[in-house]
């Protein structure tokens, strides 16, 4: 849509000529107009001078475009499918028609220029349009896409202010001297039209509680994805012409070279909603049609720290809390990347932290600020090495600041294993995670970084696996009665579970029709008895310390999941995802 046009008359002439208002209102209104700088339409309105469908006849006059009105404006779910969500809501347009090269669409301000523009970057395709009222196109979008969000909304943002510019703070501090160098990608990123989608795509996946968002280019479109519970959905598609100025964007908020690329870059940025601070990281990682980004949401506001309501059972809730309190000793947690492993270290640490104890930590990277707690960053400098400051380089330095307690984010070498296993006999209590299948395996895989089995033992106070299972949708989730086939899937026998009652999921509007909402941590705890080092010693098999675990009340990852299944608050079909890791 070209940005140039001739108009016949003025909005007011047009007006006047067809007897919607007089000569002396819109002379009162220019007055107003010239202290306000409103547009001269909507000062007419709220003066009582014109209504709103007045206005949309005249502006279709003007723009010598067709008026649509209240009882033909409607929404048309075949068209709506193909064009993007995040566009309506934002510019509050209704798509009309679309083919290969066009698309007629229904709008209230055919002056607003910058926004036709944008929709035809964005789209790639021609763009027309009809008239109709304000009134009539925001009730029409409001009622189809609103209706039921109103609950979802963010606390203290309304849909004006997620769509201004205010009401996120990312604005750039420094841009590098190559940046400079390519004023056009500068342009075309600071456009405030892919400000505005920018902005949307964030908020959206923060309304949704997605914990990161996808932006993958493809060759002739930009795939939006949301991760939601573990799973990838995708979102409304995007032009691929608008892919260059979105990316860029993208890197401006988060400080990085927007003229480089052709290598990975990672950076990172916040915003304040509300009275919300979220942090974001950003990835990304160029590829044949483009560059990817993937942002992850940081947001304190939907993680809980609360031991209580983390997933253990009170068993498990009992043996945590006994072994965080202990005043040394190593405790590690193993799991694949996103099972909450974080964020169950940071709630042992929440728990213990009082003026009396000193916590530092080293991690890669610090996802959350925690109050009272030393945080220190991994850094690896590619070019000076030995400026890099690493997991094991880290936990050297911060025990020579008189710590009582310790985290290192990960063990991934010998080096750093030794380190920790030397802090936990010397009078630290140690926390850390480490890549294991289950508790036992985590023995193992310290035996494979060198740690001696006496040293271990004399370390170990207790080892954790966890993973995170779907809740089920307390709003469409059905009773009924598995199959055998669905217990032998899982190594178990229906007969074991007499009179128990299983759930499976459904889906509706709640749960945008997953038959799932949340996640919750499954544990698996093994407190390191006297019995259970004897047997680490003797180098018994991993089945007699499994067996020994179970016999003094341990839970495996699976009958953990059961406990939950029984409860009601997640399905079999998620145990059978726990079943698989081993």
């Not at 841009?175 to 039209?193: C, F, H, S, T, V």
Request: include cysteine; charge should be negative.
């Amino acid at each position: 849509m070209s940005s140039e046009f001739i108009y016949k008359k003025k909005i007011g002439q047009i007006l006047i000529e067809n007897d919607f208002i007089t000569e002396e209102q819109l002379s009162d209104s220019l007055k107003i107009q010239i202290e306000t700088s409103d547009l001269i339409g909507e000062i007419l309105i709220q003066k009582g001078y014109l209504t709103e469908e007045q206005l949309a006849q005249g502006l279709a006059i003007q723009f010598d475009s067709e008026y649509y009105s209240p009882d033909r404006v409607k929404l048309e779910e075949a068209v709506l499918a193909r064009v993007p969500e995040n566009l309506i809501k934002m510019y509050y347009f209704i798509p009309l028609d679309i083919d290969a090269g066009r698309i007629m669409i229904l709008i209230f301000d055919p002056t607003n220029v910058t926004m036709l523009d944008a929709l035809q970057t964005v789209l790639g395709i021609k763009v027309e349009f009809a008239v109709a009222s304000k009134e009539k196109i925001t009730q029409v979008i409001n009622d189809y896409y609103f209706a039921e969000e109103k609950e979802k909304t963010l606390d203290d943002v309304n849909m004006d202010e997620m769509l201004s510019d205010a009401g996120l703070d990312m604005k750039v501090e420094t841009i590098g001297e190559d940046d400079a160098k390519d004023p056009d990608l500068l342009k075309a990123a600071d456009q405030k039209p892919i400000i505005a989608l920018v902005n949307k795509i964030i908020l959206d996946a923060i309304k949704k509680k997605a914990s990161d968002i996808h932006l993958e280019v493809h060759e002739k479109k930009v795939v939006i994805r949301y991760r939601m519970d573990g799973d990838l959905y995708d979102q409304p598609a995007i032009n691929k012409k608008a892919a260059s100025a979105i990316v860029s964007r993208i890197k401006i908020i988060s400080n990085l070279n927007i003229a480089e690329k052709r290598i990975p870059q990672d950076g990172a940025f916040s915003l304040k909603i509300g009275k919300s601070k979220i942090d974001f990281r950003v990835s990304v990682l160029p590829c044949i049609w483009g560059e990817n980004v993937v942002i992850r949401i940081l947001s304190k506001d939907s993680v809980s720290l609360d031991l209580e309501t983390l997933g253990f059972t009170d068993f498990q809730l009992k043996i945590f809390k006994k072994n965080i309190q202990k005043p040394f000793g190593l405790i590690l947690n193993s799991g694949p990347t996103g099972s909450g492993k974080t964020t169950t270290l940071y709630a042992a640490l929440s728990r213990i932290n009082t003026r009396d104890v000193k916590i530092i930590t080293v991690e890669d990277p610090v996802e959350y600020q925690l109050e009272g707690i030393h945080q220190t960053q991994v850094f690896i400098n590619k070019n000076e090495p030995d400026r890099s400051l690493t997991f094991a380089s880290g936990l050297r330095s911060i025990l020579r600041q008189d710590p009582d307690v310790v985290m290192i984010g990960e063990i991934r070498d010998e080096t750093t294993a030794e380190i920790a296993v030397n802090a936990a006999l010397t009078g630290h209590l140690v926390f850390s995670t480490v890549h294991a299948n289950n508790s036992i395996d985590v023995i193992n895989r310290m035996k494979t970084l060198g740690v001696d089995k006496y040293l271990l033992c004399s370390a170990f106070v207790m080892v954790i696996a966890q993973r995170l299972v779907k809740q089920l949708c307390t709003e469409c989730k059905e009773e009924y009665d598995p199959s055998e086939e669905e217990f032998e899937a899982m190594g178990k026998k229906k007969s074991d579970y007499p009179n128990q009652k299983f759930f499976r999921p459904v889906g509706c509007d709640k749960c945008n029709g997953t038959g799932y909402k949340g996640r919750r941590a499954v544990y698996e705890i093994l407190d390191l008895t006297p019995a259970i080092k004897e047997l680490i010693v003797t180098e018994k098999t991993p089945f007699d310390i499994q067996k020994k675990a179970v016999e003094q009340g341990t839970d495996l990852l699976v009958d953990a999941g059961m406990i939950k299944a029984i409860g009601g608050s997640t399905s079999l079909e998620e145990v059978k995802s726990l079943a698989a890791d081993f």
